[in-house]
T-cell receptor, first 113, second 113 residues
């Protein structure tokens, strides 16, 4: 079965630290990849997405992610986090169809001021 | 902006009750989805729909059914609510082609006592 795994369930960082959240997927062929964020009490919203082309994808709020096909990975990065980045982050994938996304279990990120 | 609305933010029901969760989107999207979100488990797909009167089972359809009588509306039905269905339920919609980016509603937190 297709799956998405996120390496860290809870991450605590200080402001200005660099962030990298790991994500691996198990699809063998074409894959679309997403990172969603859920701020406390808010909707799930899209941070960034990859379909094809440049494997380095830039999203909102200074986030970026790199698609490495050989490693089946799509890690999320931010060079300097802020307190307002405290949220739950979800990696998701689909095999190029419209059958719904497969989500990872999420990473709860806490930024300490 | 795409808007996905859900009928209730919070709902408390008793075991055995029939429960209806409603979702409406205003962007003329063909595809609609129902997920449940549980701590440590991420989002799991319950059902999705490609078009009016069409439905497909997701990863965890047991105990649920759906209805799509109009393009903009997708209802999730718990025929006989049980305590293990206490969860956050998220509705999403997307176009059937292109990016498959899904737009999420605010969620309904359902408690079954």
């Amino acid at each position: 079965a297709q799956s998405v795994s996120q390496h860290n369930h809870h991450v605590i960082l200080s402001e200005a630290a660099s962030l990298e959240l790991g994500c691996n997927y198990s699809y063998g062929g074409t894959v679309n990849l997403f990172w969603y964020v859920q701020y406390p009490g808010q909707h799930l919203q899209l941070l960034l997405k990859y379909f094809s082309g440049d494997p380095l994808v830039k999203g909102i709020k200074g986030f970026e992610a790199e698609f490495i096909k050989s490693k089946f990975s799509f890690n999320l990065r931010k060079p300097s986090v802020q307190w307002s980045d405290t949220a739950e982050y979800f990696c998701a994938a689909d095999p190029g169809s419209a059958d719904g996304l497969t989500f990872g279990k999420g990473t709860h990120l806490i930024i300490q001021p | 902006d795409v808007k996905v609305t859900q009928s209730s933010r919070y709902l408390v029901k008793r075991t055995g009750e029939k429960v209806f969760l409603e979702c409406v989107q205003d962007m003329d999207h063909e595809n609609m989805f129902w997920y449940r979100q549980d701590p440590g488990l991420g989002l799991r797909l319950i059902y999705f729909s490609y078009d009016v009167k069409m439905k497909e089972k997701g990863d965890i359809p047991e105990g649920y059914s759906v209805s799509r009588e109009k393009k903009e509306r997708f209802s999730l039905i718990l025929e006989s609510a049980s305590t293990n269905q206490t969860s956050m339920y998220l509705c999403a919609s997307s176009h059937p082609t292109g990016s498959y980016e899904q737009y999420f509603g605010p969620g309904t937190r359902l408690t079954v006592t």
